[in-house]
């Protein structure tokens, strides 16, 4: 006989001692934004190439008279966000994967981190005081 004390069984835990639900509503918004940008997107091909003549219609008159739509600039918003945060989240899931050093990881998620609020405000500002009359 061995003098150890068997094995109990310890009450699952009550309170998440400062733990917090970061990563499920990150796996939520990667879930939901998905499906959110496949009918932006797949809606803006559509609309593009099919409904509205091709490509080769695209010029800055066609922006211009496109963004003076509160519609199309929400809808070009809308895609842009999701898709920079999307993305942006999805490469900082890898960095925190592959990245082993700490300090390598606080590096590149703040190149990350950066580049992504840069672009978001430059594509808002772009979007909202878009000028038709430069052209």
Do not use: C
Not at 12 to 19: D, F, I, K, L, M
Not at 23 to 52: A, K, Q, T
Not at 62 to 75: L, N
Not at 87 to 109: C, F, H, P, S, W
Request: hydrophobic fraction near 50%.
């Amino acid at each position: 006989m061995s003098n150890r004390t068997p094995n109990k069984l310890l009450a699952p835990r009550s309170a998440r001692s400062g733990r917090t639900n970061y990563e499920l509503y990150s796996w939520l918004f990667m879930r939901i934004s998905g499906v959110v940008l496949v009918f932006l997107v797949l809606g803006h091909l559509f609309i593009m190439n099919i409904l509205d003549g091709g490509v080769q219609r695209i010029n800055f008159a066609f922006v211009a008279g496109r963004w003076s739509s509160p519609f199309w600039q929400v809808w070009d918003l809308l895609q842009l966000w999701l898709a920079m945060i999307h993305g942006g989240n999805g490469l900082r899931t890898i960095i925190n994967d592959y990245a082993e050093r700490d300090n390598t990881r606080v590096i590149l998620k703040s190149l990350l981190y950066i580049s992504v609020v840069f672009i978001l405000l430059l594509g808002t500002l772009v979007i909202f005081t878009f000028d038709p009359n430069i052209g």
